[in-house]
């Protein structure tokens, strides 16, 4: 990330779902791709109407994942350099953010494992939030001795005009040399 830079921009296109139900999924298995990725930071979105031209429209973006983008990509392109600024010190946000079903829990949860305390604490498709929480646990365990760490973190969801604190975490811990 860009020390000057206040705030990036990532946008991920989610793929058709293959084992959705619902009838509103279904129907993406018929209809034809509308977002597609034309660069590494560009993005084509058309429009297309029964009896009309395709209207197109182009946008940029610090960072675009396309549909076959894994949730490592987009942990390490658009989120490893924050996790790097908060632990220098910065104040970092992540926010997902898009209409219902479009990925934004796939995206910051993704698959979580029954019992995340077996073995790794990562999966394939573990999200963002899964991912934060591994490297800041190797960081503290890393640093060096009688350093002090503190860290507050939540993931709170918003959803109509009602906000949900899904999980928050606060760890202190002060050790002295002896």
Known sequence: MDG???V???VRVRPILRDATSHAHMQEKFELEAVRRTGDTSLKVELQRQGEPTRSSVFNFDHIFDQ???QLEVYEDAVVDLVDAALSGANVTIL???QTGSGKTFTVLGDVKPNPLENDLLTHESGIFL???S???EYRAGRRRGASTSL???VVWKYTMKTFV???VEAREHRHPR
């Open 8 to 10: 990036t921009v990532a």
């Open 135 to 137: 490297d800041l646990t």
């Open 131 to 133: 991912r934060v929480l």
């Open 4 to 6: 000057n830079k206040k």
């Open 166 to 168: 899904t999980c928050s």
């Open 96 to 98: 997902a953010y898009g």
């Open 68 to 70: 076959e983008s894994t």
């Open 152 to 154: 507050l973190g939540s």
